[in-house]
T-cell receptor
């Protein structure tokens, strides 16, 4: 059964304190691993797509990496505006090559204090 | 980026009534839209895949007669929760795929908070 597990459930950082969020997955044939940001009461906002082990992508203070079993979202020198829930998802067994049919983790709620 | 608009953002209804949620792609055409449900502190769970001009495909455990999906045009999909009960209270989110670009990307609506009293 395809599954996505994110840790920690919640993370509190001081502004400027770098850290990493973890996403462990089990899926029969990875067809894409996705990271999203979700603000309270809002829909997810796309951040990254990773397709193969060793792949890395960066966007401002965020960097996503991928291995065969997990992905990390590294946040460097975070700011209060980075506070949000970060969601990880993989293409499920019905995945059709687009970002639908996704299996999501429960997310990591990140709080960055000034 | 492309915009997906969901309406309403919040709705409170009485038990036994029906509620319709709209999902519109504002500046692109979406042949496929997806409906998710999110309970507090839980993952987004895919409910169904909505295809323009054809019947929706429902995930296992989702009652198709209770959650009616209509994808009548390339820019609009609707989810109707029929005979709603308090256990249907949840956050419903749609997404739409923008085709024809180098990397397909899902754009999510802002979600609809449904409370059944």
């Amino acid at each position: 059964e395809d599954q996505v597990t994110q840790s920690p459930e919640a993370l509190r950082l001081q502004e400027g304190e770098s850290s990493s969020l973890n996403c462990s997955y089990t899926v029969s044939g990875l067809r894409g691993l996705f990271w999203y940001r979700q603000d309270p009461g809002k829909g997810p906002e796309f951040l990254f797509t990773l397709y193969s082990a060793g792949e890395e992508k960066e966007k401002e203070r965020l960097k996503a990496t991928l291995t065969k079993k997990e992905s990390f979202l590294h946040i460097t020198a975070p700011k209060p505006e980075d506070s949000a829930t970060y969601l990880c998802a993989v293409g499920g067994s019905n995945y059709g090559g687009s970002q639908g049919n996704l299996i999501f983790g429960k997310g990591t709620k990140l709080s960055v204090k000034p | 980026g492309a915009v997906v608009s969901q309406h309403p953002s919040r709705v409170i209804c009485k038990s036994g009534t029906s509620v319709k949620i709209e999902c519109r792609s504002l500046d692109f055409q979406a042949t496929t839209m997806f409906w998710y449900r999110q309970f507090p502190k839980q993952s987004l769970m895919l409910m169904a895949t909505s295809n323009e001009g054809s019947k929706a495909t429902y995930e296992q455990g989702v009652e198709k007669d209770k959650f009616l999906i209509n994808h009548a045009s390339l820019t609009l999909s609707t989810l109707t929760v029929t005979s709603a009960h308090p256990e249907d209270s949840s956050f419903y989110i749609c997404s739409a795929i923008q085709q024809g670009r180098g990397n397909t990307e899902a754009f999510f609506g802002q979600g609809t908070r449904l409370t059944v009293v």
